[in-house]
């Protein structure tokens, strides 16, 4: 991963770090150099493990993130082929939401109380509600700790955010 760090994608988005790593799948940190903010990289690469099933999920998760707007789930800015050192594939831009997850939240220690937890439940009811009134519905396939992202524990408003896997 480290061959990716400061090159260029797309003439526009410099890669900053690696935020996570899956069977072909990488998630980097960026800068998107025409607005200067920073935006998530998920990159799927052609190799060994590749199937055209994870192709047409990236290509559905793509079309759907095009289509919401919801200010708790990250904004689609693009999407494009990409050829890399690591080799060839498809790259989609988000935009980048400051925040620890609540596993990580919880692996250091952290606790809620009652009230926060009824928050969270709350707005991700909220989030679900918007997702599965859409034509056609939208199936989030993946809610668990580490893709709920809480911004800050200050407060009594733990404002979650969500990572994305989703399908029509």
């Known amino acids: 991963m480290e061959q990716l760090i400061r090159q260029k994608l797309h003439d526009r988005y410099q890669i900053e770090s690696l ?3 899956q069977t072909g799948r990488r998630t980097f940190l960026a800068r998107d150099l025409q607005t200067e903010s920073p935006v998530v990289i998920k990159l799927l690469l052609f190799g060994p493990d590749f199937t055209w099933d994870d192709l047409k999920l990236f290509e559905r ?9 919801h200010p708790a789930i990250p904004r689609y800015f693009d999407s494009f082929e990409v050829a890399t050192e690591l080799g060839q594939g498809f790259a989609l831009v988000q935009s980048y939401i400051e925040a620890r997850s609540l596993r990580e939240w919880v692996e250091c220690g952290c ?4 009230t926060e937890l009824k928050e969270i439940a709350t707005q991700l009811l909220e989030v679900l509600e918007y997702l599965h009134n859409r034509q056609p519905s939208v199936i989030h396939r993946d809610i668990k700790p580490s893709n709920i992202l809480l911004r800050n524990r200050s407060g009594n408003s733990p404002g979650p955010q969500y990572r994305t896997k989703l399908v029509n």
């Open 61 to 69: 998760e793509a079309e759907t993130l095009r289509s919401l707007d």
């Open 111 to 114: 606790t809620f109380s009652e």
């Open 19 to 21: 935020l996570g790593r």
